[in-house]
T-cell receptor, first 114, second 114 residues
Framework: NAGVTQTPKFQVLKTGQSMTLQCAQD?????MSWYRQDPGMGLRLIHYSVGAGITDQGEVPNGYNVSRSTTEDFPLRLLSAAPSQTSVYFC?????????????FGPGTRLLVL | AQSVTQLDSQVPVFEEAPVELRCNYSSSVSVYLFWYVQYPNQGLQLLLK??????LVESINGFEAEFNKSQTSFHLRKPSVHISDTAEYFC????????????FGTGTRLLVSP
């Protein structure tokens, strides 16, 4: 049981490039989400999903796309990277809607956009 | 909408001393409250949570937090800290009606020195 895994751990992009941050969980959790963590701002919700085929926007969705074709995977796509997207990205999952169950966080992906 | 304020960005303390990390929240509806801990280069881990019932909640490693509805606070305390408690601590809130999404504070870095 690996929990929540994220790849890559580190990534450097040039402005305008696109990429996909991968997130997978092997706990059969229905609820998954993406957060970004910036100094002095805590974690902010980007997108979330309550099950396969269902996604919705969080607090800071602009510039990001998500899809949920399977229960296990929840990739985050940067369409055209900008320096403002330099951040640490965390994926999280939980077996049902908060708060009865704890959210489990992945180790994070550090992204630098030049 | 909910918001969380953690006024102290950094709290230095000596080993075996008591510590309090402050958290205040704002919400027009009833809430659930959480404290998460993030050790260096790791994801977030749930430390403790308040859902209902007793206003004093405890973690397995000696931390406790008390929900104070009149003061809209959820301060985290430990009577005697260890070097290993050095980490960043995040307070978070979610509504207890409808679909719950976590709103995080900006975090407090606890620095424990010998």
């Amino acid at each position: 049981n690996a929990g929540v895994t994220q790849t890559p751990k580190f990534q450097v992009l040039k402005t305008g490039q696109s990429m996909t941050l991968q997130c997978a969980q092997d706990m059969n959790h229905e609820y998954m989400s993406w957060y970004r963590q910036d100094p002095g701002m805590g974690l902010r919700l980007i997108h979330y999903s309550v099950g396969a085929g269902i996604t919705d926007q969080g607090e800071v969705p602009n510039g990001y796309n998500v899809s949920r074709s399977t229960t296990e995977d929840f990739p985050l796509r940067l369409l055209s990277a900008a320096p403002s997207q330099t951040s640490v990205y965390f994926c999280a999952s939980s077996p049902e809607e908060l708060p009865q169950e704890t959210q489990y966080f992945g180790p994070g992906t550090r992204l630098l956009v030049l | 909408a909910q918001s969380v304020t953690q006024l102290d960005s950094q709290v230095p303390v000596f080993e075996e001393a008591p510590v309090e990390l402050r958290c205040n929240y704002s919400s027009s509806v009833s809430v659930y409250l959480f404290w998460y801990v993030q050790y260096p280069n790791q994801g977030l881990q749930l430390l403790l949570k308040y859902l209902s019932g007793s206003t004093l909640v405890e973690s397995i490693n000696g931390f406790e937090a008390e929900f104070n509805k009149s003061q809209t606070s959820f301060h985290l305390r430990k009577p005697s800290v260890h070097i290993s408690d050095t980490a960043e601590y995040f307070c978070a809130v979610s509504s207890n009606t409808g679909f719950q999404k976590l709103v995080f504070g900006t975090g407090t870095r606890l620095l424990v020195s010998p």
